[in-house]
């Protein structure tokens, strides 16, 4: 079987590699800085592709809502050239090779399914964790898009106050909030590590963060009923964090059935678990989406 070249399309960054398809294994990893101009968009893949021979095609994590009909990326992103127009057709021609794109957040979801947290599951929700909120719904192993593309865009959720979970359920934001009320710049994880030292306004703004990360979650876990909710992004890593989210969702549901307004007890309370894939995540996704 031939091999695949990857592809991972981010904001300030090209990550590619050679996908091993007979071992499920990636190779000759690198990346670029992401070119601001289309032009030059161009000749970098095409400078990543010249790398390797003999190849199936090109699997590509991108931002945006990727349109598997048409190769039209709608939506927005950091990466505004690459929108609203048939770009899988122009990289097919401009590559010489078959092209295959998805969502970056539907490949992180679809790493999981093939190697990761999800290896050994059928129907899962993906939260992805950043500067904002993503996501991804699988179902029976396969992405479910939607009708507009927007499935799985759990940020655009309302959390609590009706704000919008992006706004609300991030490290990067509760830093924003911290630093805007004390004049200091610290980082997400540094405010987290101020609150387990007992800093009040940083306990506050981490347990809003779990607050609406929990609303959502648990509004969401009733939609599809999966057999599991994979948290990605850099703070997955952080068990403390992993920990926190589902005591969050404990507190919730012994809340609700402590409620003497609840007609029936809820039945199952919203386990979260961390993604596995981390840095490689966009890459074997991509690849997973070619082929499937």
Not at 128 to 133: D, E
Not at 243 to 269: A, K, R, W, Y
Request: hydrophobic share 40%; proline share 3%.
């Amino acid at each position: 079987m031939k091999n695949l070249i990857t592809i991972d399309v981010g904001g300030t960054s090209i990550k590619y590699g050679l996908w091993h398809e007979e071992d499920q294994r990636l190779s000759d990893q690198g990346q670029v800085a992401t070119p601001a101009k289309l032009t030059d968009f161009y000749q970098v893949l095409q400078t990543i592709s010249a790398k390797f021979t003999n190849v199936a095609g090109v699997g590509m994590s991108i931002p945006g809502a990727v349109d598997q009909n048409t190769g039209v990326i709608g939506g927005i992103s950091a990466l505004p050239y690459i929108h609203n127009f048939p770009i899988q057709k122009v990289l097919e021609v401009k590559l010489g090779l078959p092209v295959a794109m998805e969502n970056d957040a539907n490949c992180a979801a679809l790493a999981e399914v093939a190697l990761g947290a999800a290896k050994d599951m059928q129907n899962v929700l993906f939260v992805v964790i950043g500067t904002g909120v993503g996501g991804a719904v699988v179902v029976d192993r396969k992405i479910v898009h939607g009708h507009q593309l927007y499935g799985g865009e759990f940020g655009m959720m309302l959390g609590l106050d009706n704000q919008q979970l992006s706004t609300v359920g991030t490290a990067v934001k509760v830093a924003e909030r911290y630093n805007a009320q004390k004049g200091t710049q610290w980082t997400g994880q540094q405010v987290f590590e101020l609150a387990t030292k007992g800093d009040q306004s940083a306990i506050t703004e981490v347990q809003k963060m779990y607050a609406n990360l929990a609303h959502v979650i648990y509004n969401i876990q009733f939609s599809t009923d999966p057999e599991a909710i994979i948290i990605g992004g850099g703070i997955s890593a952080n068990r403390e964090f992993i920990n926190g989210l589902n005591q969050t969702l404990s507190d919730l549901v012994g809340q609700l059935n402590d409620n003497s307004i609840t007609s029936q007890e809820i039945p199952i309370t919203p386990q979260v678990i961390a993604a596995q894939m981390h840095n490689d995540a966009n890459l074997v996704g991509a690849a997973y989406n070619f082929y499937h």
